[in-house]
């Protein structure tokens, strides 16, 4: 049977992205955050996953307002990085699993919870940036990726209560594929920002340091936070971590088992107009 | 009976919810439209008529045509469909938030390095810093 090994939360922030690609990660500015991922790089590898089930969202990219699919799923062979309007990444092609994500699809779906399912879908700096992070500049990614779509961008978004129920019924959607699948879950976004209006730059070092204290220790507490809390205190776009309890949801503790280890844990002000957030949280 | 609508008291800050949506449809996906190539060289030509094509309203238009992004999310714009016109700008994100901000681009860029815009005094309208 296949089974999540372990979960990966990171943000996104698409000036990462394009300072990987320009060549600036030696830069003072940049060296920091890269050099939070050293370690992650090198687990990434020895884990050698089967498939990444990754939480992100579109930013106004594959989804315009002409569809606002609360969670989509993407069952594809294959996904092209997006031109986000500054000409798409010059990263690779993102190959699916189209077998294993329609085996998730059909369960979870059985198990009340409605996702869209989306067989063409370009992906952006949401997908790709996680993926850069811990692969670095690679000719080819370590493995299939199944894209899993949240709208955080239109209010109402998904509850973090809904988010971390709908993580668990994706473990349960894994646990019964057959194949001995080594499947790790990620969930990116955030932490702190707000990228519009007179409080743009908002940055809550203290509440973001709560909030991967709780993830590890408490995340059942942390599901009940109302949505308020997250845009008053983390910026409106700091609402994107509701994401990070879809994977935490997946963890084997939630379902009863030991708790999971914190592999590695990293935090950073700022990248661009964000702070940065990683953790690594491995089942036992 | 209206909705709660808790998000009404953080000052600076505009959520997009389904009201604000319907009100910037046509501005947002007038935004989407500069994803091509070709929608940007014409909207450069000539903006005015660009946005002509649209049926936004005069105000939304000349949000745009000033590049005052405070106005257009006020009108229903959301930054993400936004960004499109500053990414046909040559705009960076940073230079998008620090532009509403009332700031300069050096003055932003700095309060981020320095750890970013506190969250004291920016909880509540009204509240004293």
């Not at chain 1, 991922?37 to 089930?53: G, M, R």
């Not at chain 1, 743009?200 to 991967?212: C, Q, S, T, V």
């Amino acid at each position: 049977m296949a089974r999540i090994t372990a979960s990966v939360y990171t943000s996104h922030v698409p000036a990462i992205g394009a300072a990987m690609d320009l060549g600036k990660t030696g830069e003072p500015y940049w060296q920091p955050v890269f050099a939070g991922y050293d370690f992650s790089k090198q687990w990434l590898k020895e884990q050698k996953p089967d498939a990444i089930f990754l939480v992100f969202n579109d930013h106004a990219t594959a989804f315009s307002l002409d569809m606002i699919p609360t969670f989509a799923i993407g069952t594809a062979a294959e996904f092209t990085p997006a031109d986000e309007g500054w000409g798409p990444r010059p990263v690779p092609k993102v190959i699916g699993h189209p077998k294993l994500a329609s085996h998730i699809a059909q369960s979870v779906i059985q198990d009340d919870f409605d996702l869209t399912i989306v067989n063409r879908m370009d992906v952006d700096h949401g997908l790709t940036v996680p993926l850069s992070l811990m692969c670095g500049q690679v000719q080819a990614w370590p493995c299939p990726v199944i894209p899993f779509a949240v709208n955080v961008v239109q209010y109402p978004v998904p509850s973090g209560r809904r988010c971390f129920m709908l993580g668990q019924a994706i473990r349960r959607a894994i646990s019964s594929y057959d194949e001995p699948l080594n499947v790790q879950i990620w969930g990116t976004g955030g932490m702190s920002h707000q990228l519009q209006g007179p409080r743009a730059g908002l940055i809550n070092r203290e509440w973001d340091n709560a909030f991967l204290d709780r993830l590890i220790n408490d995340p059942d507490g942390l599901s009940k936070m109302p949505h308020i809390d997250y845009v008053r205190e983390a910026g409106s776009e700091g609402i994107e971590l509701v994401m990070w309890l879809i994977a935490r949801g997946a963890m084997g503790d939630v379902a009863g088992g030991n708790k999971p280890t914190v592999r590695h844990r990293f935090y950073h002000v700022p990248a661009s107009n964000t702070a940065v957030g990683h953790l690594i949280l491995e089942n036992n | 009976m209206a909705l709660d609508k808790p998000y009404k008291d953080i000052p600076g800050t505009t959520i997009f919810d389904a009201d604000m949506s319907r009100q910037g449809y046509h501005l947002n996906q007038f935004c989407m439209s500069l994803m091509k190539a070709e929608n940007r060289a014409r909207f450069k030509a000539n903006e005015r008529a660009y946005l002509d094509e649209w049926p936004m309203t005069e105000e939304q238009k000349q949000a745009v045509l000033a590049r005052d992004l405070n106005r257009c999310i006020a009108l229903g714009g959301n930054i993400y469909f936004l960004a499109k016109i500053g990414a046909t700008d040559g705009k960076s994100f940073q230079q998008m938030a620090g532009s509403m901000t009332g700031m300069s681009e050096e003055e932003y860029r700095d309060m981020m390095v320095k750890g970013g815009r506190s969250i004291e005094g920016n909880r509540h309208l009204g509240e004293k810093k």
